[in-house]
């Protein structure tokens, strides 16, 4: 299995309130990614990182930030969680573009009450 | 826009059939289509990546087909098992339209084989 851990994997927060979620990976990739997943809507494109200090939003990127400050982790910031936040997050890792395998990483389930 | 969608929603089979899970695409201008599992509560898994050169990958019992031109790929189990049980996710890299390298995801086949 590809070397992804995220944390927390639980969260229950207050709306309002900032969170941030945190991906790990052990493999060197230069691509990372957050997605959210929700019933009915599959999973969607937050933000990516394309290497160190280089992001790029997504298909729903309202409401969130990134950072990517090490090659190894790629923070999700919602500055004011909301209610329609409350979703699984996952991060995904790719060597390269085109023809590389994406790996996801646990999940986070988040609950914005 | 590429949207990718998945037929059934979801398959209640007896243990030992083989089966077939569907995928298809509306814009054949793709890099690779990647097939995934997900149980419940958990992560993806990825099972098997086509590049849009191949038509065919096999690993072990699974056998993913990919035909580009008519937007279609499938996903061929043999002999299913109880242990097969979980949702299956197809997913596809667009070349145009798409963030950098992100994937495009159906929404799924929920499979459930019975003993």
């Known amino acids: 299995d590809a070397g992804i851990t995220q944390s927390p994997r639980h969260k229950v927060t207050e709306t309002g309130t900032p969170v941030t979620l945190r991906c790990h990976q052990t493999?060197?990739?230069?691509?990372m990614y957050w997605y959210r997943q929700d019933p009915g809507h599959g999973l969607r494109l937050i933000h990516y990182?394309?290497?160190?200090?280089?992001?790029d939003k997504g298909e729903v990127s309202d409401g969130y930030s990134v950072s990517r400050s090490k090659t190894e982790d790629f923070l999700l910031t919602l500055e004011s969680a909301t209610s329609s936040q409350t979703s699984v997050y996952f991060c995904?890792?790719?060597?390269?573009?085109?023809?590389?395998?994406?790996?996801f990483g646990p999940g986070t389930r988040l609950t914005v009450l | 826009k590429q949207e990718v969608t998945q037929i059934p929603a979801a398959l209640s089979v007896p243990e030992g059939e083989n089966l077939v899970l569907n995928c298809s695409f509306t814009?054949?201008?793709?890099?690779?289509l990647q097939w995934f599992r997900q149980d419940p509560g958990k992560g993806l898994t990825s099972l098997l990546l086509?590049?849009?050169?191949?038509r065919e990958q096999t690993s072990g019992r699974l056998n993913a087909s990919l035909d580009k031109s008519s937007g279609r790929s499938t996903l061929y189990i043999a002999a299913s098992q109880p242990g097969d049980s979980a949702t299956y996710l197809c997913?596809?890299?667009?070349?145009?339209?798409?963030?950098?390298?992100?994937?495009?995801f159906g929404k799924g086949t929920k499979l459930s084989v019975k003993p």
């Open positions: 995904a890792i790719s060597a390269g573009l085109e023809s590389n395998e994406q790996f």
């Open positions: 493999e060197n990739h230069r691509y």
């Open positions: 990182s394309y290497g160190v200090k280089d992001t």
């Open positions: 814009d054949s201008a793709i890099y690779n």
């Open positions: 086509i590049q849009s050169s191949q």
């Open positions: 997913a596809v890299r667009p070349v145009y339209g798409g963030s950098q390298g992100n994937l495009i």
